[in-house]
């Protein structure tokens, strides 16, 4: 009978171990600085026998600063952080190749018995997380003076300053915190990739750590093979806090496959990207003249990325300034292409130009059309098939009354409750209906809506200042 393949597990205790060695340090120092506060820097700050204007070197609030800096050093020292980084990779690489020669003799392979390049590497990593955990002592110290400073020159009380170093605590536990998680996740990322490559692997099976905390984009990974031999190929570890593993795959059929269906899904992909260009372009091209100016001039083949991470078919994404397509989302086939793309560029332009979340008359417009448009006539529009399936109207609707009032289409009522949902989808969906020449729709909207309508050809045509 065939043995299954062990899984490669992320080692939690290790990552425990060496929070738990960076936390105590980080407490000794808390200790040493509320006590140096509370014993000699708030009795006089609560006093203010102190001339707060600068470093007063023969003070005893200068003596204290002083004082906290030597303990901090005593806390962390070189001997000290060298023995908990040491600690911490030994144990990284312990854990690492248990892990491997049993998977290796489930697989019948003979693992490496020497390792040459081990020592070089062990040094390495170690003097970089010496550097790691000699940053949380520089930083806290840094903070501490700075925080009773400023505190002390801005006449704030001893209470007041005290709290805001008990908060710096939390800041830099947090930070050793991070740290563990982030060093223990790379180290083993990069051990067990490098002994995998080392016996001739082929590849591997990305494995998250299946909780919420685990990136969109590491799920998408989860149960997928990757080749050892793709330079682009993801790594598991390499991520900051990423504690995703890679399991070995030996069937090189196995990985062949994943990386021809890759290949396939990439070539599809670019076919997408494309496709939603040529849409855009295709309506531009019968756009109103200055419709067709800002599409031309905004919009290039880069305005597309593929994003199988988002949550939703299609969006615009700030951070990245794109409009992002989900090929994998299901409800793809429920949309209009071109209707959506052009929504999604109503967005991408607004951010680039218009910023209408800002825009003073618009906001009012906005405002006033919620209290005095006529909800009753408009709800009974939505009885009709020809409105209710009219996705542009029925979201500035929904926009306007946080889906109180709409037909098929809106978003959801969480949305609305951002500052600014209103006014930028209802400007996206106004500047589709403009771009598609959607003549009744907009008709409609002034009809209903006229404020708001003014107010979006004004933008649109530059006249407003603000």
């Known amino acids: ?27 000794a120092i ?14 006089e700050i609560n006093s203010r026998n102190m001339r707060f204007d600068g470093y007063l ?40 190749k248990t892990q491997f020669v049993n998977q290796m003799e ?34 806290y110290s840094a903070k501490t003076e700075q925080i009773i400073l400023r505190g002390a020159k801005e006449g704030r009380s001893g209470q007041e300053i005290r709290d805001e170093l008990v908060d710096q605590i939390g800041m830099s536990e947090n930070k ?22 080392k016996v001739g692997i082929p590849g591997f099976m990305w494995s998250d750590s299946g909780d919420n905390r685990v990136r969109p984009l590491h799920v998408e990974y989860n149960g997928k093979y990757f080749s050892y031999d793709d330079p682009n190929a ?68 880069d ?28 409800s793809m086939k429920y949309y209009n292409q071109q209707e959506i793309l052009l929504h999604e560029s109503g967005h991408l332009l607004d951010y680039a130009n218009f910023k209408s979340w800002e825009n003073k008359s618009f906001q009012i417009a906005t405002q006033i059309e919620r209290k005095v448009a006529n909800w009753e006539e408009i709800s009974e529009l939505f009885h009709q098939e020809k409105w209710a399936s009219d996705d542009y109207f029925s979201d500035i609707c929904s926009a306007l009354t946080e889906n109180k009032v709409k037909g098929y289409a809106g978003h959801a009522a969480s949305y609305w409750k951002r500052k600014g949902s209103a006014e930028k989808e209802i400007f996206a969906n106004l500047f589709a209906m403009l771009a598609l020449d959607k003549q009744e729709s907009m008709a409609m909207v002034k009809k209903q ?18």
Not at 4 to 26: G, S
Not at 62 to 90: H, M, N, P
Not at 449 to 466: C, R, T
Request: with cysteine; hydrophobic share 35%.
């Open 1 to 27: 009978m065939t043995k299954r393949m062990l899984i490669t597990r992320y080692p939690h205790n290790v990552e425990r171990a060496y929070a738990k060695n960076m936390l105590r340090l980080t407490q």
């Open 30 to 43: 808390a200790d040493i600085v509320l006590y140096e506060f509370d014993t000699n820097i708030a009795p």
């Open 57 to 96: 070197v023969d003070s005893i609030f200068q003596k204290s600063l002083d004082r906290i800096k030597a303990l901090t050093l005593g806390i962390f020292t070189a001997k000290e952080k060298y023995s908990i980084a040491s600690k911490f990779v030994r144990a990284s690489n312990s854990t690492a």
């Open 106 to 139: 489930v697989a019948g392979v003979d693992p490496t018995k020497t390792e040459p390049w081990l020592n070089d590497y062990m040094d390495a990593a170690i003097a970089e997380n010496v550097s790691y955990i000699g940053s949380i002592g520089d930083e």
């Open 176 to 197: 050793a915190k991070f740290i563990a998680r982030d060093q223990v996740g790379s180290l083993f990322g990069d051990l067990t990739t490098t002994r995998h490559k």
């Open 234 to 301: 993801p790594i598991p570890g390499k991520d900051y806090g990423c504690r995703c593993v890679a399991i070995p795959e030996f069937d090189e059929s196995v990985i062949n496959a994943a990386v021809d269906e890759r290949k396939q899904q990439e070539n599809e992909d670019k076919t997408t990207l494309k496709n939603a260009y040529s849409e855009v372009v295709s309506a531009a091209q019968k756009a109103p003249g200055h419709i067709e100016k800002l599409l031309s001039s905004h919009i290039t083949e």
């Open 303 to 330: 305005s597309f990325e593929i994003a199988r991470d988002n949550s939703i078919a299609y969006a615009y994404r700030p951070s990245t300034k794109k409009i992002i397509i989900n090929p994998s989302d299901r």
């Open 449 to 466: 809506f006229p404020m708001v309508y003014g107010s979006f050809i004004k933008m649109i045509e530059g006249d407003l200042s603000d």
